[in-house]
């Protein structure tokens, strides 16, 4: 039988042990008590989140991928954060990808069973063509599931740099991976229900390492998204208003150079910058790997 006794995510929590019996304002004090926890957790794996930060942006620079795989909870927060980064940094659904145990079903309604096959993990990186260049961080609270472990070990075959988010300290995925990152919140509110503590953790340490490696592909100037896509009408109002931001210019000119710059906001500050054409622009973007500052200097 599969011992879980002795990972930290699946302990009871002795302040909620009369859970059943607070009043909600007392189930949303302790809750918030308890995710103060995680704040901490999280900044005792920093330096191995800054790792996991360099992997992904020499990854990215090298045309590779950020790979994030997981089952349940933690398969979820993956797919977030790669859904998310397509509209916030200008970047295809290719760059950042999510992979949960059971496909793309399993985001809404749990496939059983999915989690525990090593080989669907194998499967699920073979189906996306995995390369070399590609990184990939295994998500699991408990750091045990056969499914990332699996992924993991073909990774490894593959020769690409790997990454490991659990919950628990020397976990048996880490085992698998280069860099483990494992903050260790403590036992949850409601006792094994990792979407709690656990999973504010990985979406945390997820949102460090999607952003930080995009600052280091030149997605962003100042801390503006400058490679912002403008696929609606808030998001057209918010280009305009990050070049502004970014240089000054009123809006009629922000709209007028987004509009020459066919909706390239980095295209558009820095040929307001340098006071020069959009052609010329994207020249130097180019040679500076497109990184408005380098362009500056």
């Known amino acids: 039988m599969l011992d879980l006794s002795k990972l930290t995510t699946e302990l009871r929590n002795e302040r909620t042990l009369g859970l059943d019996m607070m009043t909600p304002l007392e189930i949303a004090k302790i809750m ?17 989140v800054a790792k996991v930060i360099v992997l992904c942006t020499e990854s990215l620079n090298a045309g590779g991928r950020i790979i994030y795989i997981g089952a349940g909870t933690s398969g979820r927060i993956g797919l977030l954060d790669a859904v998310e980064c397509p509209p ?46 590609d990184v990939v961080i295994g998500l ?27 919950c628990n300290k020397e976990s048996e995925m880490a085992k698998e991976a280069d860099i483990a990152i494992e903050p260790v919140v403590g036992p ?18 997820l949102n460090m390492i999607s952003t930080g490696s995009m600052v280091g592909n030149g997605k ?3 801390n ?10 808030k998001l057209v109002v918010r280009a305009q208003n990050i070049v502004m931001e970014a240089t000054g210019c009123e809006r009629e000119k922000a709209a007028e ?3 020459e710059s066919r909706g390239s906001v980095k295209t558009a500050i820095t ?5 020069c054409n959009v052609g010329l622009a994207n020249e130097k973007l180019a040679k500076a790997g497109g990184h408005i500052r380098k362009t500056l200097t």
């Open 271 to 275: 040929a307001i910058l340098l006071n």
């Open 32 to 48: 918030n008590s308890e995710d103060s926890n995680v704040v901490s957790a999280v900044g005792e794996v920093l330096p191995n």
């Open 140 to 166: 699991a609270a408990s750091g045990r599931t056969p499914y990332v472990i699996g992924a993991l070990k073909y990774a490894k075959e593959m020769g690409c740099p790997t990454a490991v988010i659990a």
């Open 188 to 205: 949850e509110v409601l006792t094994g229900s990792t979407r709690l503590k656990a999973g504010t953790a990985q979406k945390m340490i």
């Open 224 to 233: 503006l998204m400058v490679d912002v896509m403008q696929t609606n009408e």
């Open 257 to 259: 150079i987004l509009k």
């Open 88 to 133: 916030t940094f200008g970047v295809s659904s290719n760059t950042v990808v999510g992979l949960i145990a059971g496909g793309e079903p399993a985001f809404i309604k749990a496939v059983e069973g999915a989690e525990d096959s090593e080989t669907m993990g194998e499967q699920d990186l073979k189906s996306i063509h995995l390369e070399s260049r």
């Open 220 to 222: 962003v100037y100042e």
